[in-house]
Each structure stands twice: as structure tokens, then as C-alpha cells.
């Protein structure tokens, strides 16, 4: 079975930094055949796509509100995606979850709580 | 950047009734190489979001056939033939043609 397990969040004031870990099984032979992305919500609102990494990790996007703060990266050998999170602002709070693309984002992680408040 | 605004944003059903949900884009989402990069999610309560059309009437593998997604260019629908009560959550049209991806505000469907 596919899985995708998202770890690192947690509590941390603004200005702070955090570095979420999304590691994966079930398809440790194909890892490197698909684009990887990091999506959250803010507490009680809608989903909000953050960043994408294509397979060999030399391309990566970002909304606007994260370019410059976050650093999507990942590491094939490990079949592990990252999401690096500097200068963390209040309105970063929220699940961050990671998600496989293929034809569509057809596997998710359970979430990590990102919690942003001084 | 895309604008995706979808309608309802809530939905009350009656199981073994009917339901759809429209999705609008601000731009068409189709490309050059001929397909439509319109995806439908469902988040049940407590859960993570689960893909179930793609490419804007694809089913996904697993979803039940009560479920269908329709449209073009900027206007997309997603229709449940006849409700279940495990249908309740929220609903989301999404599109990938353009970073930033976005997606609707979501739809919440409950009984």
C-alpha cells in the first residue's frame, strides 16, 4: 500500500523555522517517477496548494505567500519529500500535508499540525 | 492566478436524491495538448482530502459510479447520482493547468 507520513510540526513563534519531513512506502521502486507537493489548510478554512517538486527535484513552484520563506526539496534515495519553512509567520498556521501527483494528487499524508504564535 | 469559485458552498442532500456541485475558472483550463486539468476532492470529517475525478471526468480508481464529473473550458460540474449518507464532507474542484494551482472554497455536503 501506498503511504505518505508527514512529521516535523509543531509550536513556534513568529520569525521562527521548521523543516516538515513527508516519508513514504509502497512505491519505493517508482519515487523518482513523480512529482511530489505540499498542501494545508488553516484551521477551519479550505485546502491551499504550497509547493511542488518535479522528480529529479531541479524543479520546483510555489505560491506566492511562501516563495522566499519555504524550500521544497526532496531525497530519491530516501523516498523522502521536505518542506524547509524559515521566517514562519502567524498565517502559516495550519495542516500541512503532503501529496503524491500523478493524474492528480491520488495519495495524501495524514497532516502535521504547523502552529505559529507568539 | 486562477480563480477557481465553486456553488453551492453548502449542500444539503437527501440520501437516495441527487446532487451536483458547479465549478467555475476564471480561465479555461484546457491545454494545448488536449486535456483539461480539472480535478474534484472530497475531505470527509477528520480526514485527508481523496482525490475523485481528474482531468475533469475521470473517475479515480475505487471511486463508486454514482459519482461523475462534466465541463469544459471554464465551466465544470460534479454530480452524485443518488446520495449516500457516507457522501457528507466537504468538496473541492482544483486546477493544475498553471502554478499557483488552486483550488474552490470548497463545498460542504451534508445530510
Known amino acids: 500500500d501506498v503511504q505518505l507520513v508527514e512529521s516535523g510540526g509543531g509550536f513556534v513563534q513568529p520569525g521562527e523555522s521548521l523543516r516538515l519531513s513527508c516519508s513514504t512506502s509502497g512505491f519505493r521502486a517508482t519515487f523518482n517517477r513523480y512529482w511530489l507537493s505540499w498542501v494545508r489548510q488553516a484551521p477551519g478554512k479550505g485546502l491551499e496548494w504550497v509547493a511542488n517538486i518535479n522528480e529529479d527535484g531541479d524543479e520546483k513552484f510555489y505560491v506566492d505567500s511562501v516563495r522566499g520563506r519555504f524550500t521544497v526539496s526532496r531525497d530519491n534515495a530516501k523516498n523522502s519529500l521536505y518542506l524547509q519553512m524559515n521566517s514562519l509567520r502567524i498565517d502559516d498556521t495550519g495542516v500541512y500535508y503532503c501529496?503524491?501527483?500523478?493524474?492528480?494528487?491520488?495519495?495524501w499524508g495524514q497532516g502535521t499540525v504547523v502552529t505559529v504564535s507568539s | 492566478d486562477i480563480v477557481m469559485t465553486q456553488a453551492p458552498l453548502s449542500l444539503p442532500v437527501t440520501p437516495g436524491e441527487p446532487a451536483s456541485i458547479s465549478c467555475r475558472s476564471s480561465?479555461?483550463?484546457?491545454?494545448?495538448?488536449?486535456?483539461?486539468?480539472l480535478d474534484w476532492y472530497v475531505q470527509k470529517p477528520g480526514q485527508s482530502p481523496k482525490v475523485l475525478i481528474y482531468l475533469g471526468s475521470n473517475r479515480a480508481t475505487g471511486v463508486p459510479d454514482r459519482f461523475s464529473g462534466s465541463g469544459s473550458g471554464t465551466d465544470f460540474k460534479l454530480k452524485i447520482n443518488r446520495v449516500e449518507a457516507e457522501d457528507v464532507g466537504v468538496y473541492y474542484c482544483m486546477q493544475a493547468l498553471q502554478t499557483p494551482w488552486t483550488f474552490g472554497q470548497g463545498t460542504k455536503v451534508e445530510i
Open positions: 501529496a503524491r501527483r500523478s493524474v492528480a494528487f491520488d495519495h
Open positions: 480561465q479555461s483550463l484546457l491545454h494545448s495538448n488536449g486535456y483539461t486539468y
